[in-house]
């Protein structure tokens, strides 16, 4: 059975920091990873999807990266503002079916 | 466009009820899934359809839950006699295509089921 785990479960850091938010899971044979934002209230938001044939994706001031040998995968979010504050979730989709089976997040606060 | 759409955004409802939650995925998306999510951790499947056929609802806990959509657009999760253990945020997402998903899903504002 796939798991996924995120470390670490909160972080908080001064406005302008870069951080690095992780990801790992257990079972290699997935199809992609996504990387999700939650903000109370609100539904999940897709930040990147990275394919197993792929090894990072960039949007903006994010990058995620995807080592499928080793399980692991990585958020870095570059200099970093107060509205990047939420939860972050990743997910993965297994080679096996279509369900997301995600980590139960890390907790991010950005201080002014 | 519209996103994916779920309503009541706020389900209230006493133990033994029966309780029905909608979903209206996005236009022309195939594939429509629901979620469970106990607060604090992440969400974990239900059960998913292509257009109208039901393919995978291993992760529905018991037989009091129940999904259907029966025109292929528009889903409806339905929990028979509620028990506090069914309190949770439960989400709806949808993608465009079918098979091994490559393409995102996008989710929904999820339903907040309480049950009292």
């Known amino acids: 059975k796939q798991e996924v785990t995120q470390i670490p479960a909160a972080l908080s850091v001064p406005e302008g920091e870069n951080l690095v938010l992780n990801c790992s899971f257990t079972d290699s044979a997935i199809y992609n990873l996504q990387w999700f934002r939650q903000d109370p209230g609100k539904g999940l938001t897709s930040l990147l999807l990275?394919?197993?044939?792929?090894r990072e994706q960039t949007s903006g001031r994010l990058n995620a990266s995807l080592d499928k040998s080793s399980g692991r995968s990585t958020l870095y979010i570059a200099a970093s503002q107060p509205g990047d504050s939420a939860t972050y979730l990743c997910?993965?989709?297994?080679?096996?079916?279509?369900?997301?089976?995600f980590g139960e997040g890390t907790q991010l606060t950005v201080n002014p | 466009g519209a996103g994916v759409s779920q309503s009541p955004r706020y389900k209230v409802t006493k133990r033994g009820q029966d309780v029905a939650l909608r979903c209206d995925p996005i236009s022309g998306h195939v594939s429509l899934y629901w979620y469970r999510q106990a607060l604090g951790q992440g969400p974990e499947f239900l059960t998913y359809?292509?257009?109208?056929?039901?393919?995978?609802k291993s992760g529905l806990p018991n037989d009091r839950f129940s999904a259907e959509r029966p025109e292929g657009s528009i889903s409806t999760l339905t929990i028979q006699r509620t028990e506090q253990r069914d309190s949770a945020m439960y989400r709806c997402?949808?993608?465009?295509?079918?098979?091994?998903?490559?393409?995102?899903?996008?989710f929904g504002p999820g339903t907040r089921l309480t049950v009292t």
């Open positions: 997402a949808s993608s465009l295509v079918p098979g091994q998903g490559a393409l995102e899903q996008y």
């Open positions: 359809f292509n257009y109208e056929a039901q393919q995978d």
């Open positions: 990275i394919q197993s044939s792929q």
């Open positions: 997910a993965v989709i297994e080679t096996s079916g279509s369900r997301l089976t």
